[in-house]
């Protein structure tokens, strides 16, 4: 994802979206850690997207007090 922004970056990333969809293969895009690439990505209509964009890793624990919280 780093090579988002730079043309030669894009086309390999556009091209292996491309390659997913023509083999009926779900794509996760990982790594996303700028707005940039979330918006290039969702641009593409990339199936799934995640990264420290969304969230930083955090332990189990904490994973599963944040799904009991209404917010």
């Known amino acids: ?6 043309s030669k970056g894009e086309k390999i990333v556009r091209s292996i979206i491309d390659l997913s969809r ?3 293969i779900r794509l ?3 790594e ?5 690439q ?3 990505l969702r641009k593409l209509k990339c199936d799934e997207i995640q990264g420290y964009y969304f969230v930083k890793p955090m332990s189990g624990a904490v994973f599963q007090a944040l799904l009991k919280t209404d917010k």
């Open 1 to 6: 994802m780093d090579d988002i922004g730079e």
């Open 22 to 24: 023509g083999l009926g």
């Open 28 to 30: 996760t895009a990982e």
């Open 32 to 36: 996303v850690e700028t707005e940039e």
């Open 38 to 40: 979330y918006k290039f």
